[in-house]
């Protein structure tokens, strides 16, 4: 299936306005997935500016568009200058070496924490519940 | 829910040479993590790394099989 090209469009602008813009499931004050929750606590380390978009009211077109932008369907993705970075793996190991700290511009924390644990039963992916 | 050897035989077939593990992370057999070491990954980015590994096992993604994919990639050198 194509990507929506007004949803696409909208992506493309909101990467040109957002020097950092995260695609999370669910919101910065209410993630909706573990996943999405470790980025927000990577970024507020950071003390960076950044936007958040909820994917959940449009996953699958934006999954559409994702692909098509950096070939890349799941969520999170944290985006710095119109790049993708990664999901949750890299944006983590690139706080611990600094990387990620020099790719947005600000001092590296003195003390990084360690990632809370992870929380593979997110909502949107339980596997399926058995009865009988 | 996916063969954990299988996972790894596709992705040693897309990467030759390449040191692989993959864990199932909770036990329920699609929650994975594939440790990949990989002569092709020198002087790529992260996210190109991860591709390639994603791309390596995106039919057992398409088919459900894995229903979660966590990556540690570095260079083998």
């Known amino acids: ?23 999370m499931k669910g919101t910065p ?18 003390g960076v500016e950044y936007g958040a978009v909820d994917v959940l009211p449009l996953l699958d077109p934006l999954r559409e568009v994702t692909g098509e932008i950096s070939d890349w369907r799941t969520f999170p993705q944290l985006y710095v200058n119109g790049e993708l970075v990664g999901g949750c793996d890299i944006v983590e190991e690139m706080l611990e070496t600094g990387e990620l700290s020099e790719l947005v511009g600000v001092e590296q924390p003195e ?22 | 829910m996916a063969d954990l050897v299988e996972i790894e035989r596709l992705i040693a077939e897309a990467l030759p040479g390449a040191e692989v593990e993959v864990l199932d992370e909770t036990g329920s057999g699609d ?11 020198e002087g790529r980015s992260r996210i190109d790394q991860h591709r390639m590994v ?24």
């Not at chain 1, 194509?2 to 020097?19: H, M, S």
């Not at chain 1, 003390?111 to 039963?121: A, F, I, L, W």
């Not at chain 2, 993604?61 to 979660?68: F, L, V």
């Open chain 2, 31 to 41: 929650h994975l993590r594939a440790i990949v070491r990989a002569p092709q990954f």
């Open chain 2, 54 to 77: 994603r791309a390596a096992v995106q039919s057992r993604m398409d088919d459900g099989s894995i229903h979660a994919l966590s990556i540690s990639a570095e260079p083998l050198r």
């Open chain 1, 29 to 46: 004050e209410m993630p909706r997935c573990g996943f999405s929750m470790r980025v927000v606590g990577v970024l507020e380390q950071l």
């Open chain 1, 1 to 23: 299936m194509a990507a929506n090209p007004e949803l696409k469009q909208q992506v493309d602008e909101l990467l040109r306005e957002n020097k950092v813009l995260l695609f």
């Open chain 1, 111 to 132: 003390t990084v924490q360690p990632p809370p644990q992870p929380q593979p039963t997110d909502p949107q992916q339980s596997p399926p519940l058995k009865l009988g």
